[in-house]
C-alpha cells in the first residue's frame, strides 16, 4: 500500500505532460558544449511525455543552440535513446466485513504500472554556412526547425 500512495503522489506531481523547458525535475532539455563546434543536447520527458515531442525538444534545442553559437545549420553526428523505464508493482490486498451472519471478503489483487519517461541524447555539430553555398548532406536549417517545430512546443 505504501508504494501504491508513493507512486500517486509522484504522479501527482508530474500531472501533465514536460514542457520545453530548461532541465529540471520533470524533464526538459540541455546543451553542454563539447568542442568549439560540437555540442551535447539532452532531452527527458516525464510518463506523461511522448517520444516524439522529446525528439521535437532536441530538435529545437539544437536549433536554438546553432544560432546562439553564430551558426545556420547543423549536423546530427550521432544519437542514444536515453529512455527510462519503470514497473511498480502494487501488493494484493483482502478484506473480510462482517454482518448478518455473513462473512464477504474482497480480495483485491495487486496492480502492475510501466512507467516510461522518454529520453534521448544528440551530439550535433553547428554549422556556418555563407548564404550562396549550398548546405552539405544531412544539414537541417537552424531558422527551418524554429519556424517549423516551434509552435508545436508552445503547447
Not at 522529446?54 to 529512455?83: N, P, R, Y
Amino acid at each position: 500500500m505504501r508504494v501504491f500512495v508513493l507512486a500517486l503522489a509522484s504522479l501527482s506531481l508530474v500531472g501533465c505532460a514536460t514542457k520545453y523547458q530548461e532541465m529540471g525535475l520533470t524533464g526538459g532539455v540541455a546543451a553542454q558544449q563539447i568542442t568549439a563546434d560540437t555540442w551535447r543536447i539532452l532531452a527527458r520527458g516525464n510518463a506523461y511525455t511522448s517520444g516524439t515531442r522529446v525528439q521535437d525538444f532536441v530538435l529545437m534545442k539544437a536549433a536554438e543552440t546553432t544560432k546562439a553559437a553564430g551558426g545556420t545549420h547543423f549536423i546530427i553526428a550521432s544519437s542514444q535513446d536515453a529512455t527510462r523505464n519503470r514497473t511498480i508493482v502494487t501488493p494484493p490486498s483482502a478484506s473480510t466485513t462482517y454482518g448478518g451472519g455473513y462473512a464477504v471478503t474482497t480480495f483485491n489483487p495487486g496492480v502492475v504500472y510501466n512507467i516510461v519517461k522518454p529520453g534521448q541524447t544528440v551530439y550535433v555539430r553547428v554549422l556556418k554556412i555563407p548564404p550562396a553555398t549550398p548546405p552539405p548532406p544531412g544539414a537541417i536549417s537552424a531558422d527551418e526547425i524554429i519556424q517549423y517545430v516551434g509552435p508545436r512546443l508552445q503547447s
